[in-house]
């Protein structure tokens, strides 16, 4: 029995990547210093997970900034907008993930969207239809070669070939992708060729398109691939996750692959007909350790319900993770800080390689002294998370009814009332909610939580700061301003750390796109709100102007899909008890003389679950979710929602019915490609795409935000329409900030003139 991991963090335990990256791009480090500092972590992560007993080491899960990104640079599929005089380097992808990078020239940066329903955003590969595809980056080679040298066996991890042309994009023209697949295998045999060449035996393919439900061409696209890599001098694995590919069981059965990498967490119903089909010698590596939640495993439930299994494959039988551990926290020993009843529950990336560990011992060893610790250990977190339970929570859910999820009148109504409230002109401006979070604000927040100032202190610097922002929005000509959010911390650990039933780690990043890593609280009891979370700081801030300033929220939904929840009840209950909490802090918003209030939703559609034909019972209850938090206010208190990097085609009819008077959405990486979803819909309520892509450092032009809102306004009426950026903007620097909006005030001055 063999232990199998996926894929690693590879951010460190402390975020050292995420720091020598950001660095790099302010040129505080040269590229040697960022090189070295990721060999070592390589190398750190690789011998955690060879002590943990795993003998066929991942390699090419490591990334700068996107491993799909990495990918598309070895496939030499770079657009011709980054690319240098010197060819495919690291600078290069820089510029394809940001836009910009020390060296060559600016450009606009790729489209980025979601993972699958994972909060981990990847680069979209642009495809042309002329596309060539060869070797142009070299990274994947040298790092199999790094980890060889240190004595442990390489088994690189790549996307597999049709699942990477599913992700990617056409560009210039419109074309069937699959169209390039003959070619692009090509490619993927010379990349396995060169592995052989270098001694590996095993090669992970991931495959995770075939958790959805494909049409013929696709699902034919994976047998044809398969096949015409069966001759390649390596061993491959074939890996799919986040869901059951059950549905695909001939298809897959039938492959010439040598192993089989199964989701046994979402879907461990679909082991039993899948080793009925293993060919004699395949192996299976079985996914029983959640790679996507922090909690610790009932390893002794686990061990029981695949024993016969393990005994009966013997060694083609390999224990791993349900996916890549990248979704994962790296390493829960430097939390220091946490209750010692909390602590036993959780697992992170460098433990779940021990459960492995302790699982194995348990289906070979179950008498021994240590498989009884282990189910001792099991046995006490099960009766720690049975005390969890709030009885009053659990009431007020069951006593909700059908009124509760309803605003009292349609939004036609309700438009008239808030446009006689509020006078806005046309194309209203705004901004999505955060302001920089500069080095001195964060400053300010660490010297406060070690204690070095008072609550008193800091909180008058933030009012400050709240004062300066507000002041630097009304010189710009801001319509509704916002208070910049300077007091928080993460849109989503903000609202945790004020609410009962959620928990917090010092250390549990998890890296979200290029350098940006989030946090997740601990969903692990009944949610509600004790007090007020954010009406002082909006009252404050709408006193200093007459200007509306909205009422900033994150959504229920976004909640509990940035959190890392409880998995003994149901998400549509644990999304319901947050609902009826930020319900409490809408209507107290609407008390205290907040009129506008933004409740985001940027990961509603992440949480879709990957079958259409469970689509249905996820957008009701996510909908239903939402329409609970904003259902108890009256007719002219205006509800906006954000969501950004998402497809909206397929979902558009569960966003209109969430009913929001106002929805601001991502647009500017698409050239407001996305806005064809509301203009097919006929989207009866207002919308503000966003005209410049906050996450790169590039100043917007005037030029191009007409051109981009001239554009918006022959999909949508003009007067439905807003004018904002595509996202927050605490990432980025005043210096890069003022200069953008300042264009995008322009820019709104003069389409008022030509559109009115």
Known sequence: MQLNSLGFPRIGRLRELKFAVEKYWRGECSQVELVDIAKELREKHWRWQADSGVSLIPVGDFAYYDQILNLTATLDVIPARHRGVNGIDLDTLFRVGRGRAPTGTDAPAAEMTKYFNTNYHYIVPELTEEQQFGIGYEQIFAEVEEAQALGYQAKPVLLGPVSFLYLAKTVDSEFDKLSLLPQLLIAYSQILARFAAQGVEWVQLDEPILALELDTSWAGAITTAYQALSSCEVSILLASYYGSIEHHHHLVAALPVAGLHLDLVTAPEQLAPFVATLGPTQVLSAGVINGRNVWAADLDNIAASIASVANDLKQRFWLAPSCSLLHSPVDLDVETKLAPELKLQLSFAKQKLTELSKLKLLLTEPSSSQSLEIVKECEARRAVRAKAANKEVIERVAALSVNDYQR???????????????????????????????????????????????????????????????????????????????????????????????????????????????????????????SAMTVEWAEFAQSLTEKPVKGMLTGPVTILHWSFAREDISREQIATQIALAIRDEVVDLQNAGIGIIQIDEPAFREGLPLKKSDWKHYLNWAVNAFKLSAAGVVNDTQIHTHMCYSEFNETIAAIAAMDADVITIETSRSRMELLNAFEDFNYPNEIGPGVYDIHSPNTPSVDEIVALMEKAATKIDVQQLWINPDCGLKTRTWDEVEPALVNLVAATKFLRRKLS
């Open 408 to 530: 009292d009148d349609e939004f036609a109504v309700r438009q008239t009332a808030q446009r006689q409230k509020y006078k806005l002109p046309l194309l209203p401006m705004t901004t999505i909610g955060s302001f920089p979070q500069t080095p001195a604000i964060r400053g300010l927040r660490s010297r406060w939580r070690k204690g070095e100032i008072t609550l008193e202190n800091y909180n008058e610097q933030l009012r400050q700061v709240t004062r300066d922002t507000v002041e630097r929005q009304l010189k710009l000509g801001i319509d509704v301003l916002v208070h910049g959010e300077a007091e928080r911390n993460d849109m989503v650990e903000y609202f945790g750390e004020q609410l009962d039933g959620v928990g917090f780690t010092q250390f549990g990043w998890v890296q979200s796109y290029g350098s940006r890593c989030v946090k997740p609280p601990l969903i692990y009891g009944d949610v509600s709100r004790p």
